[in-house]
């Protein structure tokens, strides 16, 4: 969990030379899933972009910008004006120079910016503070699982108000009042449905299928929706997208801890910190409110996104997750009291999964999942 910025150029070739990864872009911008990558192409007054999409009609879909996690605010003002450029070719129809065959549709038009995931956590730009063409699509890619996700106009206002009341972001995950082995079963049933074809209403696929699987926050099922959605999980008509497919083989204890590793880690090992520095022979006793003021002290009094910044909720949200999925802390519902069984943050891979494996509360709830979701899936037809 080190930090490291990923070069451009690598950037550029892991989304250049992964299948995988072209396709998920296809697939969130809605493109034919055989539609082909060509890189550093030129348009006119010199304008090179990263990389243009077109299909076997040679219809152009989008046009890409490819920013890398450490750069300044003029590089990315660069960035953005060339997404405006990117727009006025596509509305005006001008052609690549080296693609006298390429044709326009008007009914697409993608000016896309692609970042690598620690862009947003590790700059010191807020890129919802900034006009985007109205073409923009932005498009995240997860450096160590490849996953691709877009960031959306809500989260991009989120990252604006942040700005305004100054609220730092440590971690651009969205996750509350929710388990992660609920995700993780969520994940499994929209993946099924996906398979056999079947398409169904948010509210259909609540209604028919989760509530007849006893978990913890069984009338929310909204929340995993939002937080696979948000994870980039999911797509349109809640399709798991892209290489997420590949997460739902894993065990519970493995996806737990994949989270962990690719996502959430910071808000998890943040909030141990603080546990650890108040503990006496792994006990301590301290409440949402104080640990959220602890957390603001170790960033200068400022507010972290999905941390703090509603005061003890997330934190709350975080600590019954710490205690249910990780078991990396034990405590009764309501009380300041808690044990530290393990810190995730100091075990490898492995370690970390047997400790899950050991402690975490999901594996009673997955066993009767297991148990039933053959009849649950049943009850469609």
């Known amino acids: 969990m080190t930090k490291e910025f990923i070069l451009e150029r690598e950037f550029q070739d892991s989304i250049f030379t992964d299948s995988k990864v072209s396709k998920s872009i296809f697939t969130i911008l809605g493109l034919d899933e055989n ?11 010199g304008i090179t972009s990263d990389f243009i999409i077109y299909d076997k009609n040679q219809t152009l879909g989008a046009i890409i910008e490819c920013k890398r996690a450490d750069i300044g605010v003029t590089e990315y003002v660069r960035g953005v004006g060339q997404l405006f450029q990117y727009e006025y070719f596509q509305e005006e129809g001008i052609k690549p120079k080296k693609f006298a065959d390429i044709n326009y549709d008007q009914n697409i038009k993608h000016s896309v910016l692609l970042i690598p995931s620690s862009f947003i956590r590790n700059t010191r730009l807020n890129i919802g503070r900034f006009r985007y063409p109205i073409s923009t699509r932005i498009l995240e890619i997860h450096e160590r699982n490849k996953n691709v996700r877009e960031i959306s106009k809500e989260e991009l206002n989120r990252l604006s108000k942040s700005e305004e009341k100054q609220i730092h972001t440590i971690c651009q995950y969205y996750v509350r009042d929710i388990r992660l082995f609920e995700l993780y079963i969520l994940h499994q049933i929209l993946s099924t ?6 398409s169904l209403t948010r509210s259909e ?29 999911i797509g349109s008509k809640h399709k798991p997208l892209g290489l997420s497919s590949s997460f739902v083989h894993l065990s519970v204890y493995e996806y737990i801890n994949t989270l962990y590793e690719d996502y959430i880690y910071p808000f998890i090992d943040e909030i141990m910190l603080v546990l650890i520095e108040n503990s006496n022979d792994r006990k301590v006793s301290i409440n949402n409110q104080l640990i959220a003021k602890k957390l603001r002290e170790k960033h200068n009094g400022i507010d972290v996104l999905y941390l703090t910044d509603s005061d003890g909720r997330y934190i709350s949200s975080w600590l019954n997750i710490m205690r249910d999925d990780f078991g990396c802390i034990s405590f009764e519902s309501r009380s300041s009291e808690r044990v530290i069984n393990y810190e995730p943050r100091v075990l490898d891979q492995r ?5 899950i494996k050991e402690y975490s509360k999901s594996t009673e709830y997955i066993n009767h999942y297991d148990s039933i979701k053959n009849a649950v899936i049943q009850k469609m037809f």
């Open 35 to 45: 539609s082909m990558l060509a890189r550093e192409v030129e348009f006119i007054n």
């Open 351 to 355: 370690e970390r999964i047997n400790k």
């Open 193 to 198: 449905l996906s398979l056999i074809g079947v």
């Open 205 to 233: 696929i609540e209604e028919r299928l989760l509530r007849n699987i006893p978990v913890i926050n069984n009338k929310n099922w909204r929340n995993a929706f939002i937080s696979l959605s948000g994870l980039g999980f």
